[in-house]
């Protein structure tokens, strides 16, 4: 399981934020409505968008900027109910309850708490309990750990890729869906993303120019069917900033 660093056993740790961090004043007037229901009651959001367009990137500056907690718990290794709150394990030749780290997150004031591919579990019961934590009354039974409530100002943030082409996803229940608020993302406008290319890995103007004019030509080459990601573009950007040719930076991608 992936998760934020503990600390006086407090889930979760405050992120830096991103300086180069680009996001739209229509994404920004969202996040700040967001944070003020979170000071009523926690609040859950789902954050939808093309692979490595800033979704996850989008939790951590939303938790930097706000100095709060950040927790990211890996939901694709789901097999069965519950397996997020603890396991038993054998331990000194006795079985005992392993408390993980996500009760703790659940419990912790004001924490962020990410749910990275949530449309990718390794069976789909296994988010079962999350439909009492996730709902109004925020609070759910375990005989192991007893009753748990959600903390004040906690949010939830869950990251999806939909679409055939992703391996393993499933589609999101739609009583599981409807607990969100949705934003969605999308390639950064090309100014940005040139900018972000400079500062980020270290090319020329030029090169970021060169480069985003190449990725723009695939992305609307219909019959490649390539969707190439800002994370793609950053790792031509580093390639040719070490040395390769534009050539080497995006067959090596």
């Not at 967001?34 to 859950?44: D, E, Q, Y």
């Not at 890729?161 to 949705?182: I, K, M, Q, S």
């Amino acid at each position: 399981m992936k998760s934020g660093a503990t600390s006086g056993g407090v889930a979760g740790f405050v992120p830096e934020a991103d300086p180069y961090y680009y996001a739209s004043a229509e994404t920004l007037s969202f996040l700040d409505k967001i944070k003020r229901i979170s000071t009523k009651h926690p609040v859950n959001v789902l954050v939808i968008g093309k692979q490595g367009c800033g979704k996850s990137s989008l939790v951590r500056q939303y938790a930097a900027v706000h100095q709060l907690p950040l927790a990211t718990f890996q939901i694709g290794i789901l097999s069965e109910p519950g397996q997020l709150f603890g396991e038993y394990a054998l331990e000194n030749g006795e079985t005992k309850y392993k408390q993980f780290l996500f009760p703790q997150a659940l419990q912790t004031p004001n924490c962020v708490i990410h749910l990275e591919e949530i449309n990718r579990p390794e069976h789909p019961k296994a988010l079962n309990m999350l439909f009492s934590i996730l709902s109004d009354d925020r609070q759910v039974w375990m005989d192991e750990l007893g009753l748990l409530s959600v903390a004040d100002g906690v949010t939830f943030f869950a990251t999806l890729n939909e679409g055939d082409e992703f391996v393993g996803t499933e589609l999101l229940d739609p009583a599981l869906r409807d607990r969100f608020y949705v934003i969605s993302m999308d390639y950064l406008p090309n100014d940005v993303e040139i900018e972000v290319l400079e500062n980020k890995t270290g090319v020329t103007r030029a090169q970021a120019v060169e480069i985003i004019d190449v990725v723009n030509t695939l992305r609307g080459n219909a019959d490649l069917m390539v969707d190439v990601s800002t994370r793609k573009a950053l790792m031509i950007g580093e390639m040719i900033a070490a040395g390769g040719s534009l050539r080497e930076a995006i067959t090596s991608g």
